[in-house]
């Protein structure tokens, strides 16, 4: 059943403004049909700019209907949430008297660190603004507070006073919390007042990705719930091993994999999670390059992804790539990764390279160990996919300029990505007739400036790569 204000405006059963203001000399007049969102470019609605706000958000908004900030309107508070792409529905018990009203010449924008969207006027002061809770007691009942609470956020994040930052650190407002953790101006002190105060997932996230980071914020996050968080800090490179003892412990075989991959690992831990009982734990302490030898030969004779790790790990002992090198349990896939590992030596590596299977050569042309002898015989092999991980290979040195002329268009277009080709080789390859070639040219960092201002004239997808390195280059660079 609808009902009438004092002024004839009309609202619905719900409390929902029809949509027109009515003076009192309009009184008379019905609402004009509202024109579809987005038509108007010199319009804006309130319905357009919520199509800012993810949908099912649970917002505040504080209205200015009296007129600009600055002037003392009297600020209107309501919580409301968003439920399908234009739709808002109540959540309170009052109406949202004003919710579809229409400004002339004022704009919406979001604040990506907080997530408030503000619309202002047409001289860019704030007149609505829908304030994102993070949790339902982030609602507010002042709105005196809300705008505390708008400008609060906004000095949050743009702030590089690390004293305002430490004072905003103690808000109750989530996102005043997480715009603090976000500022790269934070420090570590205040990071550790968080760390020691926060527990949604977000804000630790911000926390253990900050740059201040250190290893009395990673102390408190190690008993984070959130299992991400406590994976993040295990793979922390601050992280020592103080820090990674209780997440070896964790009930998360992601969080000990995590550990078992940190160099900053202690041999005591890499040593208990040998034997933990998920072979992707295994494997991490099998791939750490810290990890002992002699508890890398252990490893090497269980599972086989577990020996798959120790195969490409420089840490390995040469005795141990030895017996690897015979093993097919696994088919080639174990010999081919010892074939591969710059550590192996020198008799395994050649063997490689006259290797029978094309997998095993293949991995042979990646190792950075190549010698000179070695490196030409990989160049003539038969196999395409062996010449091509040559290409790619950059300790592959004066064999690169045989390979930019081999009769196969990838091998000679993985030459040209090379970072190690040089640049004459590259000014050669740039009037290669294969298109990828060129491409490869225009993307390497290697390539002179007079050849890359030829290629912006090429092919389209040639042109932009190219454009895209002169302008990633000093203006001076030859």
Same mark, same amino acid.
């Given at each position: ?353 006259? !290797?029978? +299977? #094309?997998? =095993? $050569?293949?991995?042979? *042309?990646? %190792?950075? &160990?190549?010698?000179?002898?070695? /490196?030409?015989? @990989? ?26 002329? !081999?009769? +196969? #268009?990838? =091998? $000679?277009?993985?030459? *040209?990505? %090379?970072? &190690?080709?040089?640049?004459?080789? /590259?000014?050669? @390859? ?26 912006? !004239? ?21």
């Amino acid at each position: 059943m609808a009902t009438t204000d004092a002024l004839g405006n009309i609202h619905d059963a719900l409390g929902r403004f029809d949509g027109h203001i009515r003076t009192e000399q309009d009184e008379a007049l019905t609402a004009p049909a509202s024109p579809p969102i987005g038509e108007l470019l010199e319009k804006i609605s309130a319905a357009e700019a919520r199509r800012l706000l993810p949908e099912g958000q649970r917002v505040q908004v504080l209205y200015v209907q009296r007129g600009k900030l600055t002037d003392g309107g009297d600020p209107i508070l309501r919580t409301i949430a968003k439920q399908t792409s234009h739709q808002m529905i109540h959540v309170s018990d009052t109406d949202d008297r004003g919710v579809h009203l229409r400004w002339e010449g004022i704009t919406a924008s979001v604040d990506e660190a907080t997530g408030a969207v503000v619309v202002n006027d047409d001289e860019g002061v704030p007149m609505v603004a829908y304030l994102p809770l993070d949790t339902d007691a982030d609602a507010l009942d002042d709105p005196q507070i809300a705008l505390r609470v708008l400008k609060d956020r906004e000095t949050a994040t743009s702030t590089d006073r690390p004293a305002a930052l430490d004072e905003l650190a103690g808000s109750d407002v989530v996102g005043i919390r997480r715009a603090v953790a976000a500022n790269q101006h934070t420090t570590a002190a205040t990071l550790t007042y968080l760390a020691e105060h926060a527990r949604d997932e977000k804000t630790q996230e911000l926390i253990v990705r900050h740059p201040n980071v250190g290893r009395p914020v990673l102390d408190h996050l190690i008993a984070s719930e959130h299992k991400s968080i406590r994976y993040q800090v295990a793979s922390h490179s601050d992280a020592d091993a103080h820090v990674l003892a209780p997440l070896a412990l964790d009930p998360e075989s992601s969080v000990r994999s995590a550990a078992a991959r940190n160099a900053n690992a202690s041999p005591a831990v890499l040593e208990r999670l040998s034997g933990d009982r998920d072979p992707d734990v295994r494997a991490a302490v099998a791939g750490n390059i810290t990890t002992k030898p002699e508890l890398l030969d252990k490893l090497s004779r269980g599972h086989g992804m577990v020996m798959a790790q120790v195969a490409k790990n420089p840490s390995a002992p040469a005795e141990t790539l030895h017996r690897l090198f015979q093993d097919t349990t696994t088919g080639n896939q174990v010999r081919a990764l010892v074939a591969g590992n710059s550590s192996a030596p020198a008799d395994i590596r050649a063997a490689a390279v006259d !290797d029978a +299977d #094309d997998w =095993v $050569r293949e991995h042979a *042309a990646g %190792n950075a &160990a190549l010698t000179t002898t070695e /490196l030409p015989k @990989l160049a003539r092999d038969s196999s395409q996919r062996v010449r091509r991980a040559l290409a790619r290979n950059r300790a592959a040195g004066s064999t690169l300029h045989a390979l930019g002329k !081999d009769p +196969d #268009d990838f =091998v $000679r277009s993985t030459v *040209a990505k %090379n970072p &190690a080709a040089a640049p004459e080789l /590259l000014r050669s @390859l740039a009037t290669d007739e294969f298109h990828a070639v060129r491409a490869g040219v225009a993307s390497n960092p290697n390539t002179p400036r007079d050849v890359l201002e030829r290629l912006v !004239d090429d092919l389209n997808h040639i042109s932009m790569v190219a454009r895209s390195s002169l302008n990633s280059r000093p203006q001076a660079e030859g």
